[in-house]
T-cell receptor
Framework: RKEVEQDPGPFNVPEGATVAFNCTYSNSASQSFFWYRQDCRKEPKLLMSVYSSGNEDGRFTAQLNRASQYISLLIRDSKLSDSATYLCVVLGSARQLTFGSGTQLTVLP | DAEITQSPRHKITETGRQVTLACHQTWNHNNMFWYRQDLGHGLRLIHYSYGVQDTNKGEVSDGYSVSRSNTEDLPLTLESAASSQTSVYFC??????????????FGPGTRLLVL
């Protein structure tokens, strides 16, 4: 079983739609959680951290459920510029990041 | 502006050759990392360093080595390139004192093809 699992997609949604991505992790000792964004053939960039209480950054909302070892990312009012691959990332007890293989999103005009 | 660069950006080599990929950052970050990215696997950690003269093995370190002789550079060497090492390689850095380790800044990547 992979340490971090994501639905690879692709998710194809129209502009303005709301889309949600899910991620599960296997190591219950994981300390911190993040979403990174990766544009085609580019480097990953930190999108947002995920806190236990849930957190929001503009149109993006991240949720963490430690009991179920589950992380989510909600994007509201999708823009064409949101098209990318979204990587679920977990910081383990060894202070190393473990990346999911990513969920591909395409926002259609 | 401070940045992290990788060279070369593209490389074609032959099986058995030694290859070195360069990574240079100007943020004065203590922590540096090398990852490889393959379809279906996401990014996997190869080696990492928390400071000068410190190096550690990651998840997929076999066939790779690194050295950290100064703060700015962490070159990655493939001792004897194999076709299984065809991949996209990303270098990253972070500053653990002012920011959490998870705020890693990535270089633009090196695409390596081993024939």
């Amino acid at each position: 079983r992979k340490e971090v699992e994501q639905d690879p997609g692709p998710f194809n949604v129209p502009e303005g739609a709301t889309v949600a991505f899910n991620c599960t992790y296997s190591n219950s000792a994981s300390q911190s959680f993040f979403w990174y964004r990766q544009d085609c053939r580019k480097e990953p960039k930190l999108l947002m951290s995920v806190y236990s209480s849930g957190n929001e950054d503009g149109r993006f909302t991240a949720q963490l459920n430690r009991a179920s070892q589950y992380i989510s990312l909600l994007i509201r009012d999708s823009k064409l510029s949101d098209s990318a691959t979204y990587l679920c990332v977990v910081l383990g007890s060894a202070r190393q990041l473990t990346f999911g293989s990513g969920t591909q999103l395409t926002v259609l005009p | 502006d401070a940045e992290i660069t990788q060279s070369p950006r593209h490389k074609i080599t032959e099986t058995g050759r030694q290859v070195t990929l360069a990574c240079h950052q100007t943020w004065n970050h203590n922590n540096m990392f090398w990852y490889r990215q393959d379809l279906g696997h996401g990014l996997r950690l190869i080696h990492y360093s928390y400071g000068v003269q410190d190096t550690n093995k990651g998840e997929v370190s076999d066939g790779y080595s690194v050295s950290r002789s100064n703060t700015e550079d962490l070159p990655l060497t493939l001792e004897s390139a194999a076709s299984s090492q065809t991949s996209v390689y990303f270098c990253a850095s972070s500053e653990s004192e002012r920011e959490p380790i998870e705020t890693q800044y990535f270089g633009p990547g090196t695409r390596l093809l081993v024939l």
